[in-house]
């Protein structure tokens, strides 16, 4: 279902660039680098009384290409392709804390919306946004202290969103500088000391990139 949604809002942003305001540009297209920062994984296994695992993620980094699409009223769309890499640093196992190294390996196609926020005419453009997608995620553990082992990990693909605000400021005639705050949360599957369990990754990150009008 979740899928058939993400898929349903990607054609309904394509069909709706046809009421973008014909007097400008339609579309744009741009690239973004992004500092991604601690983040957590939080897993619950169903078991009696549950077990709990908390993931931390060190600082780590990623970057994303996207196609978008004006809208009337301010309003505008893209369809965004994320990748993020952030290694692990500890873990907390039913109230137990511990060092562990390994990664963790996010690729997301999202389907974003922003609303840029009239201002006047002063160059800067404030926005926000928000977005959907499903997201294959890769948790990879190989070191819990000081003992090492062959990477254990688990993948798939699964629900996310995330919540973006920023600021767009023009750098010549049809492209821009943009840097934004992103919030991005990931459902994924991870193994909670043996069982599976439900989890969730949470992580910000600040985004620059650069932007042209098609």
Same mark, same amino acid.
């Given at each position: 279902m979740r899928l058939f949604t993400t898929v349903s809002l990607a054609l309904l942003c394509v069909s709706s660039a046809a009421f973008a305001d014909a007097s400008g540009p339609t579309s744009y297209s741009g690239l973004r680098g992004s500092l991604a920062f601690e983040g957590t994984i939080s897993g619950h296994g169903a078991t009696t009384p549950p077990t709990t695992v908390k993931l931390s993620t060190g600082t780590g980094g990623g970057a994303s290409v996207y196609w978008g699409w004006y809208l009337p009223y301010g309003f505008r769309t893209d369809l965004e392709l994320l990748y993020r890499y952030q290694p692990l640093s500890d873990a907390t196992v039913t109230g137990t804390k511990v060092k562990v190294g390994g990664y963790s390996?996010?690729?997301?196609?999202?389907?974003?919306?922003?609303?840029?926020?009239?201002?006047?005419?002063?160059?800067?453009?404030? $926005?926000?946004?928000?977005?959907? &997608?499903? /997201?294959?995620?890769?948790?990879?553990?190989?070191?819990?202290?000081?003992?090492?082992?062959?990477?254990? @990990?688990?993948?798939?693909?699964? $629900?996310?969103?995330?919540?973006?605000? /920023?600021?767009?400021?023009?750098?010549?005639?049809?492209?821009?500088?943009?840097?934004?705050?992103?919030?991005? @949360?990931?459902?994924?599957?991870?193994?909670?000391? /043996?069982?599976?369990?439900?989890?969730?990754?949470?992580?910000?990150?600040?985004?620059? &990139?650069?932007? $042209?009008?098609?």
């Open positions: 390996e996010t690729f997301a196609p999202m389907v974003n919306a922003y609303w840029d926020i009239p201002v006047g005419d002063i160059g800067v453009r404030p $926005f926000v946004g928000a977005g959907v &997608g499903y /997201g294959w995620n890769e948790t990879g553990l190989n070191k819990i202290d000081t003992t090492t082992f062959p990477t254990l @990990h688990n993948d798939g693909w699964k $629900f996310s969103y995330n919540a973006m605000a /920023g600021l767009s400021i023009p750098m010549g005639t049809g492209y821009r500088l943009t840097g934004m705050y992103r919030w991005l @949360h990931q459902d994924i599957s991870v193994s909670c000391a /043996g069982v599976s369990c439900d989890a969730g990754f949470n992580a910000s990150s600040i985004d620059i &990139g650069l932007e $042209f009008d098609l």
